[in-house]
């Protein structure tokens, strides 16, 4: 029990680590496709800048069981949502049955000039 509770502590903390850098991957492709789409007006470019962010920061989707996801709404300015999913191989946990964990995060800018404005 004592090597599980162990494998729990350092895996749960690797996986921590793993879930910040996939999140600064999002964030960074979010405000990346963002400007992208401010300066292009091109979904398909902002969706290929946001993946190619995600690239750079070791999240290729596709590979490795990573999964990463791109939604460009321009109903009202620019909504760029970038989510992306990949997995936590365990070292010690997988003992246990825990091979890996799922590890997801999502990140969303907004851009544009909206045509509306509420409480003015």
Same mark, same amino acid.
């Given at each position: 029990?004592?090597?599980? /509770?162990? &494998?729990?502590?350092? %895996?749960? &903390? /690797?996986?921590?680590?793993? $879930? $910040?850098?996939?999140?600064? #991957?999002? %964030?960074? *492709? *979010?405000? #990346?496709?963002?400007? +992208?789409?401010?300066?292009?007006? +091109?979904? /398909?470019?902002?969706? *290929? $800048? #946001? $993946? =190619?962010?995600?690239?750079?920061? &070791?999240?290729? %989707? &596709?590979?490795? %069981?990573?999964?990463?996801?791109?939604?460009?709404?321009? =109903?009202?300015?620019?909504?760029?949502?970038?989510?992306?999913?990949? @997995?936590?191989?365990?070292?010690?946990? !997988?003992?246990? !049955?825990?091979? =890996?964990?799922?590890?997801?995060?999502? /990140?969303? #800018?907004?851009? !544009?000039? @909206? +045509?509306?404005?509420?409480? *003015?």
């Amino acid at each position: 029990m004592g090597v599980a /509770a162990v &494998g729990l502590v350092l %895996d749960g &903390g /690797a996986t921590f680590a793993q $879930r $910040r850098d996939q999140q600064s #991957a999002a %964030d960074l *492709a *979010a405000l #990346a496709a963002a400007n +992208d789409y401010l300066l292009n007006h +091109d979904v /398909a470019l902002a969706s *290929a $800048r #946001a $993946r =190619s962010v995600t690239d750079e920061n &070791g999240f290729e %989707d &596709g590979v490795g %069981d990573v999964s990463v996801s791109v939604s460009i709404d321009t =109903s009202n300015g620019a909504e760029v949502t970038v989510g992306v999913t990949a @997995p936590h191989h365990n070292n010690f946990a !997988g003992v246990v !049955g825990m091979a =890996s964990w799922e590890v997801s995060t999502t /990140a969303t #800018a907004l851009t !544009g000039f @909206p +045509d509306s404005v509420v409480g *003015a």
